[in-house]
């Protein structure tokens, strides 16, 4: 079992930055791949970025070049560091694990943080 809590969330203005923590739990978090997805309001949760246990990492398109995974293994913490934020970045972020290889498919991931949220103001 693999527990997951998220914080950092908050209100910036576009082009600020901000970084997400996710604070795991378990024995197994330095084997997991972490990533982190997001989701706006009425709209499907999409893969953002992921980090596997060896330090490999892969972003979806999106925010590639703003945003930046890194994992702490010692410290069984994943971060998302967010820069040249945009309006559209505006949603709830979640943190989650899975055991085998990196995946852009929230399907895919076992476990999942409670959700912060981030908001971006034009």
């Known amino acids: 079992q693999v527990q997951l809590v998220e914080s950092g969330g908050g209100l910036v203005q576009a082009g600020g930055s901000l970084r997400l923590s996710c604070a795991a739990s378990?024995?197994?978090?330095?084997?997991?791949?972490m990533a982190w997805f997001r989701q706006a309001p009425g709209k499907e949760r999409l893969f953002v970025a992921a980090?596997?246990?060896?330090?490999?990492?892969y972003y979806a398109d999106s925010v590639k070049g703003r945003f930046t995974i890194s994992r702490d293994n010692a410290k069984n913490t994943v971060y998302l560091q967010m820069n040249s934020l945009k309006p559209e970045d505006t949603a709830v972020y979640y943190c989650?694990?899975?055991?085998?290889?990196?995946?852009?498919?929230?399907?895919?991931?076992?476990?999942w943080g409670q959700g912060t949220q981030v908001t971006v103001s034009s």
């Open positions: 378990g024995r197994t978090f330095s084997r997991n791949t």
């Open positions: 989650a694990a899975r055991q085998l290889s990196i995946s852009s498919h929230y399907r895919d991931y076992d476990y």
């Open positions: 980090v596997t246990w060896s330090g490999g990492t």
